[in-house]
């Protein structure tokens, strides 16, 4: 039985208005604000890196909680934009805190790997495998973004989101996933490889999209998953007090709050000030919204991320904080 006892986060203190793309791409203001509801978003500094943010967050974490974290025994940080691909951004992390014998893993699920990461913390504490596990979604997203993609680098921003999850009462009520792995090359980042599913990519190490694609697919199918989702846990969509899908778009979210006719004002979202921070966005959605009075202790919360893979993952959570 496991449950979230801390929670915290970190946003670089670099802010980047839609004017800052004025200068760059062909694009305005009210273009972006009307297409993705996106208002400003962060960016790291130079030499501030994945880990960096992690670490921040977790500093967070414990300044909020109190909460001892030398003895944790497991790390797991979800990300699309680690420092390097080896050593993983986990073990940055654990170097940072000075923790010793913790195992350290990265998840690479795009916007769906911090519910992953969950997941993989329910499991290990439930089968008793490891018992204090920080679930990080970190990412410095501006790194590698195409500066001159006027379709993607507007969306992106950096930003980090950590939890706590030890045994207690069980606060975790269902799970789901799934994938379309025929969608793969509609959203990647490649260093070598120059196609998926038969399909060419550029292999440029920056994030490529088929922006209208993903659009679509996360607009079809993440209302079907997040009511079977609510249906897994034996639960009423008005049993549920706040839906959380990653903040990729505005837009994304509203038509997903639309099609479950479910209330705007009960699906917090970073996205309108942070942008879109892939496996970061919805712990930062759930932080905003707790400081704003939302997300309160017994509250039942849905979380589901999407993206790259084309994957999703969610879960429904009684919040204990
Ligand atoms: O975390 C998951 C990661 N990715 C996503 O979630 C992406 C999901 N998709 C989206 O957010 C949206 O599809 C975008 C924001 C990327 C694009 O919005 P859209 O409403 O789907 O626009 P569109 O692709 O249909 O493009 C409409 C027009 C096009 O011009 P034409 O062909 O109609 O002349 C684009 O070239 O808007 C143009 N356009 C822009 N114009 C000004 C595309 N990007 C820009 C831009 N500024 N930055």
């Not at 962060?42 to 943010?53: A, M, N, V």
């Not at 440029?204 to 996360?218: C, D, E, L, P």
Request: proline share 3%; aromatic share 8%; hydrophobic share 35%.
């Amino acid at each position: 039985m496991s449950q979230i006892t801390a929670f915290g986060t970190y946003v670089p203190e670099k802010i980047i208005d839609n004017h800052f793309f004025e200068g760059l791409i062909d694009t305005n203001d009210e273009w972006i604000i009307s297409r993705t509801g996106i208002k400003t978003r962060r960016y790291s500094k130079d030499g501030e890196y994945t880990s960096d943010l992690a670490y921040k967050a977790v500093q967070n974490l414990m300044e909020s909680s109190g909460k001892d974290i030398s003895d944790v025994d497991f790390i797991v940080v979800c990300t699309t934009s680690p420092d390097q691909p080896m050593p993983n951004a986990a073990s940055r992390v654990q170097y940072k805190l000075g923790i010793q014998n913790t195992g350290c893993n990265d998840i690479y699920a795009a916007c769906a790997g911090f519910v992953y990461g969950l997941q993989m913390a329910h499991g290990f504490i439930n089968s008793g495998v490891y018992k204090k596990v920080l679930v990080i979604g970190s990412e410095t997203l501006s790194k590698i973004t195409d500066m001159s993609d006027r379709t993607s680098c507007i969306l992106f921003g950096d930003g980090a989101g950590a939890a706590l999850v030890e045994p207690g009462e069980e606060q975790f009520l269902a799970f789901n996933s799934g994938t379309n792995g025929d969608l793969g090359h509609d959203l990647y980042l490649s260093h070598k490889k120059n196609s998926i599913n038969g399909v060419g990519i550029n292999p440029n190490s920056k994030i490529v999209q088929n922006g209208r694609s993903v659009f679509k697919w996360a607009v079809g199918n993440i209302p079907i998953k997040i009511r079977e989702l609510v249906d897994k846990a034996g639960l009423t969509m008005d049993d549920i007090d706040y839906i959380v899908p990653h903040s990729a778009n505005l837009r994304i979210i509203e038509a997903i709050a639309k099609s479950l006719d479910y209330p705007m004002d009960k699906v917090p979202e970073s996205v309108t000030e942070f942008g879109n921070t892939s496996s970061a966005s919805i712990p930062i959605a759930i932080e905003k919204s707790r400081k704003n009075g939302g997300i309160k202790k017994g509250d039942i919360v849905l979380m589901i991320g999407f993206g790259g893979g084309l994957t999703f993952a969610g879960t429904i959570v009684r919040w204990n904080l």
